[in-house]
């Protein structure tokens, strides 16, 4: 959810290079943007030496911008002709977006609205998934992601499953394909005899080749999670699934997403009729 003001300043000033700081996972998905000449991991929890060699690192360059858009801390020990680090207050109402997008609003005085959310695509992941997950890039099929960072965020595997098995029966889609970590592959879905047209990918792909995934499929439907987000930004239609968590702050921010609230922002109370008569609204309008 921090692209916008990546695309957004790389519009506005299309002539600078920016180099980011972010943690070894996420960052992994910065690497094929044209704009982004370099990528400094930061591990969260280092030693006092440990963050004192990266903040020796970084210091090494003196930059024309330094911008913070989580906390107003690091900039302070980095050279930078300009520091931007008020970071807003966190408003219940507002899109995480939208308060990322104010931290720099003096410097993007053009835009009234940040734009969608934007990875680019890998053509060494493209060329994997063509390769290695059987899936042609004129094959029609559903992206499902059952997983979460929270057992609380999670609607469970047994309905997934018997969505999954709906969608098939009722031909809304030739093919499902499960991503998620290791972890999200623990989750049993039931699937019975469907398992023929499901393609599990749950612990098998890196980030990069996710979002290529993404990218070819119809749909993207999952729990309130990062593969969400990476689904709207390489534009594929989303449908997520709310039980606690505030989706005005955290939906997928793009045009293409839809979201379900659970009763009583419990996910075990959301029935399957439900989510299917949703899906098939979404498909219905093209």
């Known amino acids: 959810m921090t692209t916008p003001v990546f695309e957004a300043l790389n519009k506005s000033f299309p002539d600078i290079q920016i180099d980011a700081v972010g943690d070894k996972r996420s960052s992994l998905l910065l690497e094929p943007f044209p704009y982004v000449k370099n990528i400094f991991n930061k ?17 090494e360059i003196k930059y024309d911008l330094i911008l913070d858009l989580r ?24 899109h995480s977006v939208h ?27 493209e060329k994997a998934v063509e390769l290695n997950q059987d899936l042609g890039s004129d094959e029609e099929f559903f992206v ?13 595997g047994v309905k997934y499953g018997e969505l999954i098995r709906t969608f098939l029966e009722q031909k ?4 499902v394909v499960l991503l998620g970590s290791d972890s999200d592959a623990e989750i049993d879905l039931d699937l019975g005899m469907s398992v023929s047209n499901v393609l599990d990918m749950r612990g098998k792909t890196k980030l990069l080749e996710a ?5 070819r499929a119809k749909l993207f ?7 969400g987000h990476m689904a709207a930004s390489v534009g594929c239609k989303t449908l997520t699934l709310f039980g606690p968590g505030n989706p005005q702050r955290y939906r997928p921010w793009h ?26 609204g979404i498909m219905s309008c093209g």
């Open 172 to 175: 809304l889609t030739n093919r």
């Open 99 to 125: 308060q990322h997008f104010s931290v720099v609003n003096k410097i993007l005085t053009d835009w009234k609205n940040p734009p969608s959310c934007k990875l680019y695509l890998s053509k060494k992941a």
């Open 255 to 280: 045009p293409g997403g839809t979201v379900l609230l659970a009763p009583n922002s419990k996910l075990k109370n959301l029935p399957v009729y439900d989510v299917i008569k949703k899906v098939k």
């Open 221 to 227: 439907i999952g729990n309130d999670s990062g593969l």
């Open 211 to 215: 979002a290529s995934i993404m990218n």
């Open 144 to 156: 499902v992601a059952p997983g979460a960072n929270w057992s609380e965020k999670i609607w469970p």
């Open 71 to 94: 906390t107003p801390v690091l900039p302070l020990f980095l050279r930078g002709n300009r520091k931007i680090t008020n970071y807003p207050k966190q408003s219940k109402k507002q």
């Open 43 to 59: 591990n969260k929890r280092a030693g006092l030496k440990e963050k004192f060699d990266f903040i020796k690192l970084l210091r």
